[in-house]
Every structure is written in C-alpha cells, then in structure tokens.
C-alpha cells in the first residue's frame, strides 16, 4: 500500500516570489510519482509526473520537481509564481503496474499581488 | 493530451431520484476507468475501478447499489448514484487510462451533485 503526505495544506506567497509545496511518500514497492493542479470546480490536470530516469522532472507552466528516494520527497517548486497559479495542488503517487493513485490532501497555493 | 470528456459538469436533483454521469475518452481506448468522490476542501477518495466489460470493483466502504458503474464500452463508464439523498452531494471526478505505458491518470471535468 502507498500513502502520501503533503506537510502544509495552505501556502500564501507573494506574485513573483517563489514557492515549494512539499510532498512525502510511503511506499513497499517501486513508485510513480505525480502532482496535479486543480482550479475551482474543475478536474485534476496533470503539472508533471516521475516514471524513472532523472530525478528532476519538468513540468507544465514552469513547475518543476525533484524526485529525492532516499528522503521519500517529491517536492514541487516554482521560481517565480503568478496571480494564476491560485489552486489547489495534489501529489499523488502510483505503485507498481497498478493504475490506481493515491492523493495526498492537497496543497492550497494563494498568490497575492 | 488524451481528453476526458465528463458530463454533466452541475446536476441538482430531488431526493429520492437517481442521476446519471457519464465519463468519456475521446480521443483513446479507455481499458480502466477510476471514479472518484472529493467533498469540499478535501482529497479524492477513490470510489471504484471499472474494467471495460467486467464488473466494477469498488473500494472498501462504497456502497455498491447505491453507486452504480457501467463500463460497457472502451470510450464510455457511467456512475449512476441510485436513490440519492443530500449526504450525497459531492464533486465526482472520473479518470481513465488506456492501460499502456504511462498513461495512468487523465481526468474529466468534474460533476457537481447536489441532492435537495
């Protein structure tokens, strides 16, 4: 079984600062690690995603994460965040050949002007 | 990206009555589907997993008459919530996947039930 932890449910941040959301997992098998961004009242979209290979993952609108297996971290970051990156934010992971994904309670990224 | 098309996006219904929400691939073949029920401010609770042409197996704790699935095609899975009440409002989200490569989650909409 997997589990995922995201350690701050909220995280206020200035337009044009930068932020990182932080996500842990736990897992007895290999992982597939993903973060999804939801805005109001719409469907999860996919930010990125780590199948293997290089640990660092980029991703859509300029996120990017850092797969880290000996800390269980995946935590997603962004340099410079905008008005428009306002949402709430999932990590979730994927063990094995089974499809299946497990969320975190998600993130609430606030950016103010 | 692949697309999910998930219909309809707002439904309120009577007590009582049953409603329908239908979940598309459009543009893959749709091998497993997810459905998943999120309550507000909170993660997604996956509900059930629904194979095309098998029986949907749900996850522990999920009422089986009460959230039907049908998967009878590889492009369509339907959640039909019988008999609903308000304890039942929530945002449905469904997933599918083709089941090949790293296809695992591409998402739908949203459904926003709410039961008077």
């Known amino acids: 079984a997997q589990s995922v932890t995201q350690l701050d449910s909220q995280v206020p941040v200035f337009e044009e600062a930068p932020v990182e959301l932080r996500c842990n997992y736990s897992?007895?098998?290999?992982?597939?690690l993903f973060w999804y961004v939801q805005y109001p009242n719409q469907g999860l979209q996919l930010l990125l995603k780590?199948?293997?290979?290089?640990?660092l993952v980029k991703g859509i609108n300029g996120f990017e994460a850092e797969f880290n297996k000996s800390q269980t971290s995946f935590h997603l970051r962004k340099p410079s965040v905008h008005i428009s990156d306002t949402a709430e934010y999932f990590c979730a992971v994927r063990g094995g050949s089974n499809y299946k994904l497990t969320f975190g309670k998600g993130t609430l990224l606030t950016v103010n002007p | 990206g692949a697309v999910v098309s998930q219909h309809p996006s707002r439904v309120i219904c009577k007590s009582g009555t049953s409603v329908k929400i239908e979940c598309r691939s459009l543009d893959f073949q749709a091998t497993t589907m997810f459905w998943y029920r999120q309550f507000p401010k909170q993660s997604l609770m996956l509900m059930a997993t629904?194979?095309?042409?098998?029986?949907?197996?749900?996850e522990q704790g999920v009422e089986k008459d009460k959230f039907l699935i049908n998967h009878a095609s590889l492009t369509l899975s339907t959640l039909t919530v019988t008999s609903a009440h308000p304890e039942d409002s929530s945002f449905y989200i469904c997933?599918?996947?083709?089941?090949?490569?790293?296809?695992?989650?591409?998402f739908g909409q949203g459904t926003r039930l709410t039961v008077v």
């Open positions: 629904s194979n095309e042409g098998s029986k949907a197996t749900y």
């Open positions: 897992s007895s098998v290999s992982v597939y």
């Open positions: 997933s599918a996947t083709s089941g090949t490569g790293d296809l695992g989650a591409f």
């Open positions: 780590y199948l293997s290979g290089s640990t």
